[in-house]
């Protein structure tokens, strides 16, 4: 059974010392991002503006959680070579660095011996996760929270693995 869709601001919120979260699809197709990406594509540009309109609902968010003292970092396994959207992601990346995010990226080959969860999610205080799916096209398709231990640790263990093969974000090139 899908919850309620997640309220990001409330989930960030309630983390007091954690907020990580993993993604694993080489292109997502959310509606809000279309126009966006459409232009990437099209042009090669991207909003790099924190503070522009684009950016109002995270990057306020980001650094209201990160100035509370809450460590937020985002893993991303990508397929190689990379997707037009990962390129667009990792153009965009600046701006989740500049908000007070910390980004690294894994080529899916080296993440083949890692006990990875079925689909994205967050993982706040090590203590509550948030799953996310997505259809075949990249569409949001539901969610659902857990705070059994079991899916915690093994949440957190691959996370941490993923974290620390990764390449932080500047070191990583598309």
Known sequence: MTEPLPDFTALLRGARRTAVHLEMRDAYGVADEAAAFEE????????????????????????????????????????????????????????????????????????????????????????????HWFSGDGAWAGHRYSEDPAVVELVSGAFETVWERGTPHADYTV
């Open 40 to 131: 990437f594509k099209r042009s090669g540009t991207v909003d790099t503006d924190p503070d522009s309109p684009w950016w109002a609902g995270w990057v306020p968010l980001v650094r209201e959680t990160v100035g509370r003292g809450v460590r937020l970092r985002r893993a991303r396994i990508v397929s190689e070579p990379v997707t037009d959207y990962i390129r667009w992601e990792h153009a965009l990346t600046t701006v989740n660095l500049a908000a007070g995010e910390q980004v690294r990226w894994l080529p899916r080959r080296l993440a083949s011996d890692i006990p990875l969860p079925g689909n994205d999610l967050w993982l706040i205080d090590d203590r509550l996760v948030l799953f």
